[in-house]
Structures are given as structure tokens and as C-alpha cells.
């Protein structure tokens, strides 16, 4: 491992008994997929200085946008999409 370490923690969990991987990244959000490619994609292409928590319209890198829509808190999981045995997620 070279450099700093960060406190960005990204994880891909595996909804057992399915092909769905379950992924959060450092800021909370959520999304499931099959592809683990995708999901990585998805979590790495964050906008530079994102933080946990933050919500500035339009992202945080002057120029992109920051969809929204591609984030969903987890309890609004479809119920089938839940990992079972994990402890319930609230909001702080």
C-alpha cells in the first residue's frame, strides 16, 4: 500500500442466494447490481471532495452533475433486496 491512508470506506456486500452485490460507498449511498465492475465503477466515479453527508446541488466537481436519482437510502430497499442478517440502518 503506498501513500496515506484515506478514510473512505467503499463495501460490496453479497446478497446471499442471489446474484445481487450490494454496494456503499463512502458517502451512504446505495445500489445493488450484478456486475461487480459496475458497481465499482459506480462507487470510484464519485465527484473529487465528496463528503459523507454533503449534498451540493449539481456534485461537487465544477462540471458534472451528481445524480440523485442513483442513490437511494436503504430503507427504501425493495424488501427482496435487504441482506438478510444485517443489522437495520437508521438515520443519524
Not at 1 to 12: D, H, K, L, N
Not at 55 to 73: K, Q, V, Y
Amino acid at each position: 500500500m503506498s501513500g496515506a491512508p484515506t478514510a473512505e470506506v467503499y463495501r460490496i456486500d453479497w446478497l446471499p442466494g442471489t446474484d445481487v452485490l450490494h454496494g456503499v460507498c463512502h458517502c451512504g449511498a446505495e445500489r445493488t447490481a450484478e456486475d461487480p465492475v459496475e458497481l465499482w465503477e459506480w462507487m470510484l466515479g464519485h465527484p473529487n471532495g465528496h463528503r459523507p453527508g454533503g449534498n451540493r446541488p449539481g456534485g461537487n466537481r465544477p462540471g458534472t452533475e451528481h445524480d440523485p436519482a442513483d442513490h437511494r437510502p436503504a430503507d427504501r430497499r425493495p424488501a427482496d433486496r435487504r441482506p438478510a442478517g444485517h443489522r437495520k440502518e437508521t438515520a443519524s
